[in-house]
């Protein structure tokens, strides 16, 4: 649902396309209604995005390139800034790197990695938090957390690793069903060749050492082969590139990794819980 607040917070690249779309409209003498028409949209929704009650979706925004974009692929660039608009401020700075990574290592506590969330545990998660959100910004942020899946299938390559504590596994978010689907997308994609995915055991402790009782942590290797560090702790982000720094929590990554389970096992371990293995 459009709501007027969204005029006064719409980001730089929501107006322009408002702007734009207006203006290519205009110039092939359409109603908002027509456009909406050609667009698979309604007038209403037109309306909302022209004058920046509701930005344009991931959807309208391919629309709008297919019928208004003359070539010039405006609507299609925009697609990338538009979703950077929608992720929450903290986010946004590691969201850009995450997209041109060419490896991530990635190690979760305490619920899925957002890149490997299926939607329905996304809308579960997210509609679940605290402070509670609007219905649409929920939905915003649950396309915004999907778009993010198209690193998994981007050229070139980027490679990445993801730990996951096994309680993370085992914690119900939204429903069984919602966990279960979860479970086999985990699985689906720990298949992926450009993918490793590994779980650290509960019991991990009991050898005297648990390198990943720190939280969470991404680590991200830039197109230039400079290795950052994203934190994110009750809505606060922070970026560290100093290489000390990331030096160090590199050393602890590869330290949680050798107390994981190996990938063989972890799959084997998701498949059970999937369902897919008696």
Not at 99 to 124: K, P
């Amino acid at each position: 649902m459009a709501r007027a607040e969204n005029k006064e917070t719409a980001g730089p690249t929501a107006q322009l396309v408002a702007d734009v779309a207006r203006r290519a409209r205009l110039k092939q003498k359409w109603t908002q209604e027509q456009l909406g028409k050609e667009i698979g949209f309604s007038a209403a929704a037109v309306s909302a995005m022209e004058t920046n009650a509701q930005p344009a979706s991931d959807d309208m925004l391919v629309q709008l390139e297919r019928v208004l974009g003359d070539g010039m692929g405006v609507f299609e660039q925009a697609r990338r800034y538009v979703r950077m608009e929608k992720y929450p401020e903290q986010f946004k700075n590691y969201a850009l790197l995450e997209q041109d990574a060419v490896g991530l290592m990635l190690y979760a506590t305490l619920v899925v990695h957002g890149l490997f969330q299926t939607e329905a545990y996304a809308r579960a998660l997210i509609g679940g938090g605290y402070p509670p959100l609007s219905d649409q910004r929920v939905e915003e942020l649950v396309e915004a957390r999907l778009a993010r899946k198209a690193l998994f299938e981007r050229e070139p390559v980027a490679l990445i690793e993801l730990i996951v504590e096994e309680a993370v596994l085992t914690r119900d978010i939204g429903s069984k069903e919602v966990m279960r689907d979860q479970m086999r997308y985990l699985a689906a994609c720990a298949r992926r060749r450009n993918v490793t995915l590994q779980v650290l055991p509960l019991d991990c402790g009991l050898s005297g050492e648990h390198a990943g009782d720190r939280g969470d942590m991404n680590l991200v290797e830039t197109p230039d082969h400079e290795r950052l560090l994203f934190l994110e702790v009750q809505d606060e982000g922070l970026l560290i590139s100093d290489p000390a720094a990331v030096s160090t929590r590199a050393q602890r990554y590869a330290k949680i990794r050798a107390q994981a389970l190996g990938p063989r096992e972890s799959l084997g371990l998701i498949e059970r819980l999937a369902g897919e293995q008696e």
